[in-house]
Every structure is written in structure tokens, then in C-alpha cells.
């Protein structure tokens, strides 16, 4: 499967904005999808995930609460809905999958393919 990460742009702080990864496969609902980012001169990190079928979602403490993923397996899309947006919060996002019945994870080498990442920028 092939994704395409979209939605990245500069916001204000205590803006919203959502990322969309849009799967070249209709066979998308056989992967977790998941969100990571790489602030500048920084390691990339996980954001967050949510199982094939979105019963369940797990969040980097950094973002819980403010951040939600979603995904609609007709349009083979996932989601990141972005909520009050922080300067830190500043970095590329990349959606990822993962195929199977894996278990949940947090670790980016459990991930493959991925997409080329959307840039998000808070303004402070």
C-alpha cells in the first residue's frame, strides 16, 4: 500500500488543523494506522495510533486530549484532527501502517509503509 500524507500549514497557537493519509489499496482496513513526527533537529515520535476497524486508539502523552484519530475505511483515509495547537507541537507528521493483527505499538520500526510526512507549523 501506498499513503499520502495532506492537511499540513501554519496555524496559531490554539488552532486546529487535520492531516489526512489518503491508501492507495482498498485493503486499508487491514492495517493500523498510526501518526508520528519529527520536530526540527529532533528523533521522530509517535503520536498516536488506532487499531483496523478504530476500536481503539492510543495517544503519546504529549497530545492526549488534544488530538484525535479517526479513520473511514470507505475512503480508505485515516485521519489526525489536531485541537489546540502548540509552538512545540511544530514538527512533520507522518501517517504510517501497520498490516495485520499486530499487536498495539508505539515503536516506528513496527510501521511500514509510510507516508512522505505533511508540515505543521505552530505560530506562537
Known amino acids: 500500500v501506498q499513503l499520502q500524507a495532506s492537511g499540513g500549514g501554519l496555524v496559531q497557537a490554539g488552532g486546529s488543523l487535520r492531516l489526512s493519509c489518503v491508501a492507495s489499496?482498498?485493503?486499508?482496513?487491514?492495517?493500523?494506522m498510526a501518526w508520528f513526527r519529527q520536530a526540527p533537529g529532533k528523533e521522530r515520535e509517535f503520536v498516536g495510533a488506532?487499531?483496523?476497524?478504530?476500536?481503539?486508539?492510543y495517544y503519546a502523552d504529549s497530545v492526549k486530549g488534544r488530538f484525535t484519530i479517526s479513520r473511514d475505511n470507505a475512503k480508505n483515509t485515516a485521519y489526525l484532527q489536531m485541537n489546540s495547537l502548540r509552538p512545540e507541537d511544530t514538527a512533520v507528521y507522518y501517517c504510517a501502517a501497520r498490516h495485520g493483527n499486530a499487536p498495539l505499538s508505539r515503536t516506528e520500526t513496527d510501521f511500514g509503509p509510510w507516508g512522505q510526512g505533511t508540515l505543521v507549523t505552530v505560530s506562537s
Open positions: 489499496e482498498r485493503t486499508f482496513e487491514t492495517y493500523t
Open positions: 488506532q487499531s483496523r476497524r478504530g476500536g481503539i486508539s
